[in-house]
C-alpha cells in the first residue's frame, strides 16, 4: 500500500501540457513554423530553455527565427522556404526532455494536416508522403490515456474515490458517472457550448480532492455513520466530473485539435483518459483485495496514511491555484 501513498508525493505536478510545433504552408513553397514549449516540460534546474526545431532537409530559414518567452510557456515562430514536397522528410524538435512530449502538425495546401506524438526517444517525425487515417486517433488517444497517469490532480480523484467506496459494483458505477459527466464538459468546452476560466477550475478541481479525502476519513473513523457521499458516491462522482471535465478541455485547447479530424482527435482523447481510468482503477482494486487478503490488518493504516497524503497535496494546490 506504500505506492498509494507515493502517488500523492509530487506537490508540484499539475496538467499534462504537451508541446507543440506547427509547420503551415502558407503559399507554394512558403511555410510558417511556430512552437511552444511549456516550461515545466523542458526545464532543467532553474534555467528552462527553448528546444530548437527540426526542419525538414529541403527547407531553410527566410530569416532568423524569433524566439521569447510568455507566462509558463517558451515560443517561437519562423519562416521557411522549402523545396518540393515534404513527403518522407524529417520534422519535430531537437530534444524533448524527461517524460516530455510534443506535437507536430504538418498542414500543406489542400492536402490533409498530418499530426504526430513526439516523445524525449523520438523528437523528430517521418512525414508521410500518404496520410495515415489512424494517425490521429492513435495519437490522441495515448494523449488521453497519459493525461490521467501523469495528470496528477485527475489521478489523485480517482484514488480518492475507489478508497472512499472500495466495493467492485459501487466503483464500477462511480466511474461511469464520473466518465459521463468529465466526457460532457470536456465536449461542450472543446466545441464552444460552454466554458469557465481556468485558475478557478484548477482551484475547485484540488478541493474536489481535498473533499474526497476528508470523506474518506470519515468513513474510516465513523463506518456506521454514512453521508450522503458514502451513500450516493456516484452523485458526487458526476457532479465533480462535470467540474474535471473543463480542466481536461483546457489541457486539450493547449494541444489543440487538427483542423478536418476535430471529432475523431476529441473521441480518440476521451476514450483515451477513460482507458488510463479503467487501468488505474483496477490496478489499485486489485491492490487493496491483494492487502485484504494477505494483510488484513495493514489495510486501514496503509488507507489513511495514503489519505492523508493525497488531502494534504490537494489542499497545497488549492492555495498555490488561487494565490500563485
Known amino acids: 500500500m506504500a505506492v498509494l501513498a507515493s502517488l500523492a508525493a509530487p506537490l508540484l505536478a ?7 510545433v506547427e509547420l503551415t504552408e502558407r503559399e507554394p513553397g512558403q511555410w510558417a513554423l ?19 526545431p527540426v526542419i525538414p532537409q529541403n527547407c531553410e530559414f527566410k530569416v ?3 524566439q521569447r518567452a510568455a507566462p509558463l510557456a517558451l515560443l517561437g515562430t519562423a519562416q521557411l522556404d522549402c523545396n518540393g514536397d515534404l513527403g518522407k522528410a ?9 517524460s516530455a512530449d510534443a506535437i507536430a502538425r504538418v498542414a500543406p495546401l489542400a492536402q490533409p494536416v498530418q499530426t504526430f506524438r513526439l516523445t524525449a526517444q523520438t523528437p523528430t517525425a ?3 508522403a500518404k496520410p495515415d487515417r489512424w494517425a490521429v486517433a492513435r495519437d490522441y488517444f495515448v494523449i488521453g490515456a497519459e493525461h490521467i497517469l501523469f495528470g496528477w490532480d485527475h489521478l489523485l480523484f480517482v484514488i480518492a474515490l475507489v478508497l472512499l467506496v472500495r466495493r467492485g459494483w459501487a466503483v464500477v458505477k462511480a466511474a461511469t458517472a464520473f466518465t459521463a459527466a468529465h466526457s460532457i464538459t470536456l465536449v461542450a468546452t472543446t466545441l464552444g457550448y460552454a466554458g469557465l476560466p481556468s485558475r478557478p477550475v484548477e482551484a475547485l ?6 473533499f474526497l479525502a476528508v470523506e474518506v476519513i470519515r468513513a474510516i473513523r465513523a463506518p456506521d455513520q454514512p453521508t450522503w ?23 486539450l ?6 483542423q478536418g479530424e476535430i471529432a475523431s482527435a476529441l473521441v480518440a482523447f476521451n476514450v483515451g483518459v477513460e482507458a488510463g481510468q479503467l487501468l488505474v482503477i483496477a490496478a489499485l482494486m486489485a491492490v487493496l483485495a491483494a492487502m485484504k487478503r494477505g494483510l488484513p490488518g495493514a489495510e486501514i493504516p496503509a488507507i489513511r496514511a495514503a489519505t492523508y497524503a493525497i488531502g494534504i497535496t490537494g489542499s497545497f494546490w488549492v492555495f498555490e491555484r488561487l494565490l500563485g
Open 14 to 20: 499539475d496538467e499534462l501540457r504537451p508541446a507543440i
Open 34 to 52: 511556430e512552437w511552444k514549449i511549456p516550461v515545466a516540460a523542458n526545464a532543467r534546474g532553474t534555467a528552462p530553455r527553448l528546444a530548437q
Open 64 to 66: 532568423e527565427p524569433v
Open 90 to 98: 524529417t520534422f519535430g524538435l531537437s530534444e524533448l526532455i524527461g
Open 126 to 128: 517521418t512525414i508521410a
Open 205 to 210: 478541481i484540488a478541493l474536489s480532492i481535498v
Open 229 to 251: 457521499t458514502r451513500r450516493m458516491p456516484w452523485v458526487a462522482a458526476f457532479a465533480f466530473g462535470l467540474l474535471h471535465g473543463f480542466g481536461f478541455a483546457g489541457a
Open 253 to 258: 485547447s493547449d494541444i489543440g485539435l487538427p
